[in-house]
């Protein structure tokens, strides 16, 4: 689950970790009347949506009253932004991030995240700050410092010096940096965070340092420990077909293919898009229904999956484990039947029940076609999405 950076910085700031002094506001009104209250000679006005690149795209400005800071919120509120991350279609800004002018001296970067590889906590620092990570570590991979976290005994003291050093910090900024730094950890840890980045990381002309921008993502299972950051979430910054997913448990992302999936167990749908990646189609969608999903379930997948325009073709791709062949035969009829989908199905089905449920298939009375193999299960459904393409 991802928050805005305003909700971001409310978190950290539990935790010790300073940042500049601001406020949301979701009306020009409401910009005007914080850039007063935080009365200093320049104030920015922030667009607050879950991308990167705002600045570069106009989402952040320097205003200098509160007169003009009411200009600039009339101006992005309602605004659809684009930048690298959103993609073409953009997001619109509904609310803003109004916060106090700082006189900065210099602009690092500073991540946590969860390396798989090392199964450990990686806290990761540049000097480079203010441009994306990503663009330095291909780059210029040798500017980023890195050390991993043993579990066993957290981040020490002595690593965030290391990194500090590596900051080209010294004295009391290189202690306020260490404080920071374990800061930010701690804060890392407690709310289940899978990514924390600050950038830039500010070193202002007095030697403070803040966190000017912070991102947090968290990990979507364990959020049954975190009410009050569940309820951060902000679905209007959503799919809206992905929300709906959600409801039902089922884990859902949209693609920009012709083919929707729906699959059970997340390794076996990476392996279907992958085999229709390979046939010369295009995947719709990631769908895991589940081990356990029931016909409810399934038929709520295909509501989901027939929401999307863009679906010329459905591949049903199942073992069945604990989800047994004929529920998910009988899931499939009920909903195809209640739905009167109109695009062709292919359903390749394996394991427990099997035959009961390709009898249950063909006594529908319904027109799917079926197949023993992921291959020819993949080259059916792309020869039947690119021939309903066609004709439609």
């Given at each position: 689950m991802k928050i805005h950076e305003y909700q971001a910085k409310a978190v950290l700031s539990k935790y010790g970790v300073p940042v500049p002094r601001g406020e949301v506001a979701f009306t020009p009104e409401e910009v005007h009347d914080i850039a007063k209250r935080l009365g200093g000679p320049v104030s920015v006005v922030k667009a607050q949506i879950h991308a990167g690149g705002r600045g570069k795209a106009g989402g952040v400005k320097l205003t200098k009253s509160g007169e003009e800071a009411e200009t600039v919120g009339r101006e992005l509120l309602g605004k659809t932004l684009v930048t690298y991350q959103t993609g073409p279609s953009g997001q619109k800004i509904s609310r803003l991030l109004v916060e106090e002018g700082l006189a900065i001296d210099r602009e690092l970067y500073l991540g946590l995240v969860v390396d798989r590889s090392s199964q450990r906590i990686v806290l990761m620092v540049s000097k480079e700050g203010g441009v994306e990570i990503e663009k330095i570590a291909e780059e210029s991979p040798e500017k980023i410092h890195k050390v991993f976290i043993h579990p066993g005994v957290g981040l020490q003291p002595f690593q965030a010096q290391q990194l500090g050093f590596a900051l080209g910090l010294t004295g009391d900024s290189l202690k306020k940096c260490v404080k920071m730094m374990l800061a930010l950890y701690t804060a890392f840890l407690a709310t289940d965070a899978s990514i924390l980045e600050i950038n830039p990381l500010i070193v202002t002309k007095t030697g403070d340092l803040l966190a000017l921008d912070a991102k947090m993502n968290f990990d979507d299972n364990a959020l049954y420990r975190h009410t009050d950051i569940r309820e951060l979430r902000d679905t209007s910054e959503e799919d809206p077909l992905e929300v709906e997913a959600s409801k039902f448990s089922l884990?859902?992302?949209?693609?920009?293919?012709?083919?929707?999936?729906?699959?059970?167990?997340?390794?076996?749908?990476?392996?279907?898009?992958?085999?229709i990646k390979l046939a010369g189609g295009s995947p719709a969608n990631f769908l895991d229904v589940g081990g356990g999903a029931n016909a409810e379930q399934i038929r709520n997948a295909f509501k989901i999956l027939m929401s999307d325009k863009n679906v010329k073709a459905v591949l049903i791709n199942i073992f069945g484990g604990i989800l047994r062949c004929d529920v998910l035969a009988a899931g499939v009829i009920a909903a195809v039947k209640e739905l009167g989908v109109p695009v062709p199905i292919v359903i390749r089905m394996k394991g427990t029940n099997v035959e009961e449920g390709k009898k249950m298939l063909?006594?529908?009375?319904?027109?799917?076609?079926?197949?023993?193999?992921?291959?020819?299960?993949?080259?059916q459904v792309v020869a039947l999405a690119s021939k309903t393409a066609g004709g439609r």
């Open positions: 884990n859902y992302i949209r693609l920009d293919g012709t083919i929707g999936c729906m699959v059970n167990g997340a390794g076996l749908a990476m392996a279907t898009m992958d085999i063909a006594e529908s009375g319904l027109n799917f076609a079926t197949a023993d193999t992921m291959g020819e299960a993949a080259d």
